[in-house]
């Protein structure tokens, strides 16, 4: 177990150097979301006028969205250079270790999810500045969390098609899956204006529930529904995606 452990410490202390020795690779991911809230607040901030719209605050209403490219930049960035550790060689002399395969996954996910406090701390900072409603105490930690499953879980998937194509030209797949789950949610108008083929697709979207999750607080109350409803959609990303990078994992350790 102590091994383990050491293990992961090690691969997540490996991701979160990289931010510090290469900033210049970092700084983007960092900053995109807090770019997207003011961007996208100050061409569609009137939205919140519609009928309907359940705050008047648009960028409350959007900050959300933020925190799930967060995530998502996140666990992309794992993929992405799990996929340039393979080419340069690195992760042939890692996968000899003794340690378990999944041990190896967890200190890979786990990094992703680390690594997403980044951008979300930033989103934060800019968000309050520029006066969205203060989400409570617990609104927050609950939206950090959410996050940082999310990361997990775009990880996960990042991992198993850097196994699959062991390229980085896969990057743009890693980004695609992430990008077309914000998009088909709630995540720029409620579920109410959404057009009924888009409301019909964010009844069945995992991400739109960890959405709705994060949103509480910024735009109402924090609720037990929406809680568990994130926390569930999580859990089932995780199942699903983790499957996928284990085996992934397992198909490398064999081939070695």
């Not at 383990?4 to 900033?23: D, G, H, K, M, W």
């Not at 794992?78 to 042939?92: P, S, Y």
């Not at 950090?144 to 990057?171: D, E, H, K, N, P």
């Not at 859990?235 to 995606?241: E, F, H, S, T």
């Amino acid at each position: 177990m102590s091994a383990s452990i050491r293990t992961i410490r090690a691969l997540v202390r490996r991701a979160l150097n990289e931010i510090i020795r290469v900033p210049g690779g970092a700084i983007p991911g960092v900053l995109a979301p807090a770019i997207f809230l003011v961007g996208l607040s100050g061409v569609y901030g009137a939205a919140s006028q519609l009928p309907g719209f359940p705050t008047g605050s648009f960028r409350s209403f959007i900050v959300p969205v933020g925190f799930l490219q967060a995530a998502t930049f996140a666990g992309a960035a794992t993929g992405v250079n799990l996929a340039r550790d393979i080419e340069q060689g690195w992760f042939d002399r890692l996968i000899v270790c003794p340690a378990p395969r999944v041990t190896l996954l967890t200190g890979l996910v786990l990094s992703a999810s680390l690594r997403a406090l980044l951008p979300a701390t930033a989103l934060v900072a800019v968000a309050f500045a520029l006066g969205v409603h203060w989400p409570g105490v617990d609104g927050l930690v609950i939206a950090y969390a959410l996050t940082m499953g999310m990361a997990a879980a775009t990880a996960c998937w990042g991992i198993s098609m850097a196994l699959r194509f062991r390229t980085q030209q896969a990057a743009p797949l890693i980004q695609l899956a992430g990008l077309l789950a914000t998009l088909f949610s709630t995540a720029y108008a409620p579920k109410a204006l959404l057009a009924p083929w888009l409301r019909h697709i964010a009844d069945v979207n995992p991400a739109n529930f960890v959405m709705e999750g994060v949103r509480q607080g910024f735009v109402g109350g924090v609720t037990w529904e929406h809680s568990w409803q994130a926390v569930v959609a999580i859990a089932g990303l995780l199942i699903v995606l983790g499957t996928f990078a284990v085996r992934g994992m397992r198909r490398v350790g064999v081939a070695a």
